[in-house]
């Protein structure tokens, strides 16, 4: 990987070292009922996936671990499961998410609006979405790239680990520059519908007052379980008695940056990032 720049700019924190690596995982062994119905949705496989791996990656894509999220988010409903699965590869043969490169959006992502950065307490690598750097116009870069992002995100995951901890950061947002709701929706609709059983925490730091009633209309658009996983923190009560609502709860303090209170001192360097992320592109 990339090393610090001769400017002494840190590259941002893609890998764990060995003594931060921690033995915990995201699913609970099967029990002999689970087990047998991944073995009937192993049967169903051949007449779900495309034979052309040139040019779609759905064999890849349908490795066992997978096949065991779209039955936990399912709730072990097998035809369900299958349905949802069609689903992504019809969507993924569209969209050619594997297909995507760092080179892609080098210059759409060079204001820093999304990136990995760091691991949470539990291992899961951190997407920050920076969203008074995000562009106003919402086209399909925007969703090509959170996609891509998304992608990146699941390569660098410990074994084990199948979740990522999102985490925003609202500052600098008005009513004028907010993130629309169709935005929102497509960004919702993809993590709910394709990336199942992905989502550790969304961590929303900093939201300002009126993004209360923002979040109203958009919160019954997720799941319940997707909604338990929403945190809203204000990272200036650091003393607040309601310990779910601190960041430190969930991150290290040397994975947080010193605005929120934590000792990272990483700042986005666009090249050295997509640099680092081009050599993890096949």
């Known amino acids: 990987m990339t090393q610090v720049a001769d400017n002494g700019t840190i590259p941002p924190v893609l890998t764990l070292n060995n003594d931060e690596i921690k033995d915990v995982r995201d699913s609970a062994p099967l029990t002999d009922q689970q087990k047998n119905m991944l073995e009937e949705f192993k049967l169903a496989l051949p007449d779900i996936l495309n034979p ?15 096949l ?12 369900d499961s299958i349905k949802r699965l069609k689903s992504t590869l019809d969507w993924r043969r569209s969209f050619q998410p594997h297909k995507l490169r760092a080179s892609d959006f080098a210059k759409f992502g060079s204001p820093g609006q999304m990136y990995i950065n760091g691991f949470d307490l539990d291992n899961h690598p951190i997407v920050h979405m920076v969203l008074k750097n995000a562009p106003l116009k919402q086209d399909d870069t925007k969703i090509k790239f959170m996609v891509y992002s998304l992608e990146t995100c699941i390569k660098i995951m410990q074994p084990g680990i199948e979740k990522m901890c999102v985490l925003i950061d609202w500052r600098g947002q008005s009513s004028s520059n907010s993130m629309g709701l169709a935005g929102i929706k497509e960004t919702i ?12 925490n969304f961590l929303c730091v900093d939201s300002a007052w009126y993004l ?71």
């Open 52 to 66: 052309d791996k040139e040019v779609h990656d759905d064999e890849g894509f349908c490795d066992e671990a997978c």
């Open 68 to 79: 065991i999220r779209y039955l936990r988010a399912t709730k072990w409903h097998l035809a």
């Open 189 to 200: 609709n993809i993590l709910g519908s394709h990336y199942p059983e992905r989502l550790r």
């Open 212 to 282: 209360s009633t923002f979040f109203k209309l958009i919160l019954p658009l997720f799941d319940p379980v997707t909604r338990e996983k929403i945190v809203f923190i204000n990272s200036k009560d650091k003393d607040s008695g309601d310990k779910d609502k601190i960041l430190t709860k969930y991150i290290d303090k040397k994975n947080i940056i010193s605005d929120f209170g934590g000792t990272s001192t990483y700042e986005f360097a666009p090249k050295m990032y997509f640099d680092m992320l081009a050599e993890l592109d096949p």
